[in-house]
């Protein structure tokens, strides 16, 4: 009896053939959920499909992870070109989901590519930008559901007047087993020079000002007047990065911050820091909240919608309230004083991300999303 309820588990999955578009050029946190998705539908026997541009970091990734790829290039929202192709492409394939992920050209282009060639469509929305609900409405209609990856992003949509039946919430998730924990700390060492004795923060964000590395930067000269012994590492780049650079000199900080740009290895090292501060003014979930959890790190973030969904006040790290430098200040002094603090925060954090934010919990909401959209 068990085998046969197997055998109709295994034969729903081969029964779907799934097309999925991310067309970013960088492998940052939306990327990595595209890898972890397709990896976990394969491993079911979901046949899946890449399609990205040529020479992405997406693209290297799933090579490297033996998924098939198909490349078509992409130069935003606006290229007809990709449109065309991706219309050839699923006439040619006939999937029964084209699954669009990116913001960069792939939902727009891809949901009327998909409409035009009869494909059953939906789209993964990672952002919280607001858009008009004639843009919204332009952009979704070719799309039988619209997935966001928290309550902050729902919320946004609901504002676009996305009607609610054509919304789902299925968050981000993250891999325990690919983020390393009880690291050595002597490997922050040997790649940023720091001792083993100082209290290391990491921030893992674009170098974008929506980020909020100023508001850290700002409360840094009066932490390191109490403990000098305090390093931080920004992980990332962005188009404030000059900017930041010059605040840094500015302000005295050049031998307490380094810029470490982006490291696709961090998942390594990431559990040898003490601390992730997330001063984000605004968040759609935050995949690198959830790494540093995952990774048995307290987290420090705004209180903002996103961040929210990311960190349990109390729990798994402290919030505090958004652009308040002295509560900033204090939150961060408190770790420094009471390590043990952080160190129970974290724990709770990797138990929250191992209960709450699971790949499999992920893929098989998906599978769920799929098979609703075909029983219908």
């Not at 098939?68 to 699923?90: K, M």
């Not at 000269?221 to 000098?228: D, H, T």
């Amino acid at each position: 009896m068990l085998a046969s309820v197997d055998d109709e588990v295994d034969a729903r999955y081969t029964r779907m053939k799934i097309v999925h578009v991310e067309t970013g050029r960088h492998f940052f946190g939306g990327a990595q959920q595209v890898i972890w998705l397709i990896k976990g539908l394969t491993e079911k026997g979901v046949e899946s499909m890449l399609v990205c541009p040529p020479g992405s970091a997406i693209d290297t990734a799933a090579r490297a992870s033996g998924l098939s790829v198909t490349n078509i290039p992409c130069a935003g929202e606006h290229d007809f070109r990709f449109a065309w192709r991706l219309y050839s492409l699923l006439r040619r394939e006939r999937p029964d989901i084209l699954h669009c992920h990116s913001r960069r050209g792939a939902d727009f282009p891809g949901g009327w590519a998909a409409l035009l060639a009869g494909t059953h469509a939906v789209v993964t929305r990672r952002v919280d930008s607001p858009e008009s609900p004639t843009a919204a409405a332009i952009r979704y209609r070719p799309f039988r559901k619209v997935v966001a990856i928290s309550e902050n992003i729902e919320a946004v949509l609901k504002k676009s007047r996305v009607r609610s039946g054509k919304l789902s919430i299925i968050r981000s998730a993250v891999d325990l087993d690919a983020v390393a924990v009880d690291v050595d700390r002597r490997v922050l060492h040997e790649k940023f020079g720091i001792s083993v004795h100082a209290f290391a923060i990491a921030v893992v964000a674009q170098l974008i000002k929506r980020k909020g590395h100023r508001f850290l930067l700002d409360v840094l000269p009066g932490l390191l007047a109490e403990n000098p012994g305090i390093k931080v590492v920004f992980f990332g780049t962005g188009n404030a990065e000059s900017q930041l650079r010059a605040l840094t000199s500015k302000l005295g900080l050049s031998g307490a911050v380094q810029f470490a740009g982006f490291r696709d290895d961090l998942d390594e090292y990431l559990g040898a820091f003490d601390l992730l501060v997330h001063p984000a003014e605004k968040e759609g979930l935050g995949v690198a909240m959830l790494k540093a959890a995952a990774a048995g790190l307290p987290v420090i973030a705004f209180n903002i919608a996103g961040s929210a969904e990311a960190v349990v006040h109390g729990q798994t790290g402290i919030l505090v309230e958004p652009g308040d430098l002295s509560d900033l200040q204090r939150a961060i002094g408190v770790l420094v004083e009471e390590p043990d603090i952080g160190v129970g925060l974290g724990v709770a954090g990797r138990k929250r991300m191992r209960d709450e934010f699971p790949v499999a919990s992920m893929v098989e909401s998906y599978v769920d999303l799929y098979e609703e959209i075909l029983s219908e």
